[in-house]
């Protein structure tokens, strides 16, 4: 079992660097591929298709694997987060609303996020306030209630309030003036 694990892994690799390398010939290559009537039929619930469309669903699933298995690691290499965390299909969340100081530990695991070699980004809305530690298609989402880690900041002179990060991803507090401007 271990070896199909590696084995998959391996391919997935492989096409992601293909992918980045030379996406034409990734491209071509998806369109050359034929598989048998029974096959495409299977694998699309009976509909017509083309040759190279049952192909990328491997591919994404491929894609997906790949990116939970780069989570798993991140997961055991910061068992912090793991303690937290609940897995969904598209994503892994972990609520930081009960930790003693959530915004330094959003702070923290986007630290975490960074030296593991994932996208980070952070989010706020009116209800929650975190980041988003992307691997691949899923990513690790690391929050809390929005009063505990955000701020409200009215832009412009007709009141349109967003909301903000109390603290930065490089741990420096913010400090949001009336009217300044706030990045989507």
């Known amino acids: 079992m271990n070896q199909s694990t590696t ?35 299977a694998l699309n619930g009976g509909r017509e ?3 190279a469309e049952p192909i990328k669903s491997v591919v994404k699933a491929l894609e997906y694997a790949q990116a939970f298995q780069d989570i798993a690691a ?6 912090v987060l793991a303690k937290r965390a ?7 969340l972990v609520s930081v609303t009960t930790a003693d100081d959530p915004g330094a530990f959003i702070v923290e695991a986007a630290r975490c996020g960074q030296a593991a070699g994932a996208r980070v980004e952070e989010y706020a809305t009116a209800e929650y306030g975190g980041i988003k530690i992307h691997f691949g298609p899923v990513c690790v989402q690391v929050y809390a209630k929005a009063e505990l880690v955000c701020s409200q900041v009215v832009v412009g002179r007709v009141p349109d309030v ?3 990060l109390i ?9 949001a003036a009336v009217g300044q401007a706030v990045a989507q």
Request: aromatic residues 4%; without cysteine.
């Open 49 to 51: 298709v083309t040759a």
């Open 86 to 92: 609940s897995v969904h299909p598209e994503r892994v």
């Open 162 to 164: 967003r909301h903000m």
């Open 74 to 79: 991140f997961l055991a290499a910061n068992p």
């Open 7 to 41: 084995s998959v892994a391996d391919e997935a690799n492989a096409w992601q660097k293909m992918k980045t390398d030379s996406p034409e010939q990734a491209r071509r290559l998806l369109d050359e591929i034929e598989l048998g009537a029974d096959v495409a039929d």
């Open 167 to 175: 603290v930065g991803l490089d741990g420096i507090r913010r400090e």
